[in-house]
């Protein structure tokens, strides 16, 4: 027990350390102590977390079909949010609704977290719009979005 514990621990511990280097880029000893302290913890937390979930995440390649629209979403929007700043330094604030977006029929993300999870992160990558709500038993996810009108 205590060995299937320790050696993710470990992984989490030392990943977590190169990061905390490679983002401070620089190897002096209070830079070491400081980075192995908060690996330790990121790696404690980690851990915490991967106790608490029931069953592994599961990922289906099919999944990723719907991801190859996010760049281009995420390039429309962020023109979007540009004209939406434009217009409120000239005096005109944007409005804002919420619109419902339907889920595909046959979609396993009403059966499976994962899936929903991928789905609700592409939905909310693009600047100007947030998923503020899935609602499973009317198939639909309550999307927040900037509004140029």
Known sequence: ?????????????????????????????????????????????????????????????????PALAIPGQVAHDTWRAGVVLARTVAGRPPESGVAEVAIAEGSPVLTDETALALLVAGRSAPPG?????????????????????
């Open 1 to 65: 027990m205590l060995r299937a514990r320790a050696l993710p621990w470990m992984a989490w511990w030392a990943l977590s350390l190169g990061l905390w280097l490679v983002l401070s880029d620089r190897l002096t000893t209070p830079e070491l102590l400081t980075g192995g302290a908060a690996a330790a913890l990121a790696a404690t937390l980690a851990e915490v977390v991967r106790a608490q979930v029931d069953r592994p995440l599961a990922f289906r390649l099919g999944w990723l079909r």
């Open 129 to 149: 719009s947030i998923v503020v709500e899935a609602d499973a038993d009317r198939r639909v996810l309550v999307v927040h979005r900037l509004e140029l009108r």
